[in-house]
């Protein structure tokens, strides 16, 4: 249900009749559009009365996205034009404002068994061999390695390439500056979360992340280091499972030591981005990494990057592939001009400098990284993503 009028109680009034389980009820499109990508339930009921025509191109792309899905349209305005509008988009029912229960359950009744229907026509579906959303943590036990900086490029390329939602979280609980080199200022942090535990749901977590201007949301560590000691291994599980049902791709800036506050993301990452830079003691300290991952049985989803590459002091990618046993997924150049630029710009690499080999690594690597039925190329209007060139 994506409707932002409260006094429908679509919800509610759809409870009392007990045939239906409502997996997903929002007054936020967006998070109404990932919600549908993930549950991909028979029933959408879109209140399409949403400002600057929001709402049509809403239940364009549910259309689009969701064939297997029967879309209702609810509106108060003039019938004639939403007809049209539902036609156009293959909509199954449309409900004028105010609707009675009896109405409203015939017209979803009916867009169930319509769905049902199709489901049995088209009985030959994709099949999809990779998670639709995913959970992605930079993480190096050493400092210096750049991990923030390739957390926030890695975003910043998978939101340009995908147009989907996308979430960056520092998780560095004690010293994080995720927000400040991403140039954003923020009001919240992961420690309001935290204070509001008891009431936490999607919409709520939605509104606590700072929006970066190229779509991304941020949600910043603590101001004060000492609010850390306030954040358990619970509250980040509760806060990671809601993120990970709103947004597309969650891409978590982890901490330079492994606390149990980290150990939540890292179970939940299908991918564990493993940083490390071209010198003796940085290598030794991955293999250390690498060593307790396997230990927690996560070793399988590491992918290990060689990040500020120059002077390589008689050292070679192959040397580190056989010192730490793994085959090294990429290999970002040391730029140090450019890196220290974007930094006191408050800027990322990847759209200060879009043309440097920095960004074009850190494309590379999120290519990688993003599920299958990403990689293509939206065009229709208003669908996320819209005129994008991807791969």
């Known amino acids: 249900i994506i409707d932002d009028q409260i006094g429908n109680n679509f919800k509610e009034r759809l409870a ?16 109404g559009f990932a919600m549908a990508e993930r549950y991909e339930p028979q029933v959408i009921i879109l209140n399409i009365d949403m400002p600057h025509n929001k709402g049509i191109s809403l239940a364009e792309a ?12 609810a509106t108060m305005a003039e019938s004639k034009k939403v007809l049209h509008t539902a036609l156009q988009v293959g909509a199954k029912d449309v409900l004028n404002l105010p609707v009675d229960d009896d109405r409203l359950l015939r017209a979803v009744q009916r867009a169930a068994e319509q769905g049902r229907l199709r489901q049995k026509v088209f009985s030959v579906q994709k099949k999809k061999s990779t998670p639709q959303f995913k959970t992605v943590t930079v993480f190096s036990t050493k400092g210096g390695v750049g991990k923030t900086t390739l957390s926030l490029n890695l975003a910043m390329a998978i939101r340009q390439l995908t147009g989907k939602r996308v979430a960056l979280v520092d998780l560095d609980l004690m010293s994080g500056n995720l927000g400040l080199m991403a140039g954003v200022t923020w009001k919240r942090s992961i420690k309001d979360l935290v204070d509001d ?23 910043s560590a603590p101001v004060q280091p000492d609010f850390s000691g306030f954040i358990q291994p619970d509250h980040i599980q509760k806060i990671l499972s809601l993120m990970s049902e709103i947004f597309n791709y969650v891409i978590i800036d982890g901490p330079t030591y492994l606390h ?28 250390q990494c ?6 927690l049985s996560m070793r399988s989803k590491v992918r290990v990057v060689v990040n500020r590459v120059g002077y390589m002091g ?28 974007a930094a006191n710009m408050g800027q990322p690499i990847f759209l200060a400098a879009r043309s440097s080999n920095i ?25 996320p993503g819209a005129g994008m060139e991807l791969e």
């Open 197 to 219: 535990i008891n009431n936490l749901d999607k919409e709520m977590i939605d509104g606590y992340c700072t929006e970066h201007p190229s779509g991304v949301k941020i949600l």
């Open 290 to 295: 690498l060593d307790l991952l396997t230990r």
């Open 314 to 341: 008689g050292l070679k990618i192959r040397d580190v592939e056989d010192e730490l046993g793994m085959e090294v997924q990429c290999v970002i150049p040391d730029q140090e001009k450019i890196a220290l630029d």
């Open 62 to 73: 549910l259309s689009m996205e969701l064939p297997m899905s029967s879309l209702i349209l």
């Open 16 to 31: 009392k009749s007990g045939e239906y389980t409502v997996v997903g009820n929002t007054d936020n499109g967006d998070i």
């Open 260 to 287: 149990d506050t980290v150990i939540p993301a890292l179970e939940d990452s299908s991918d564990i981005i493993a940083v490390t830079t071209l010198d003796l003691p940085s290598i030794q300290n991955m293999k």
């Open 359 to 383: 960004s074009k690594r850190s494309e590379e690597l999120a290519n990688k990284l993003i599920v299958a039925d990403d990689r293509r190329l939206k065009t229709a209007e208003g669908l």
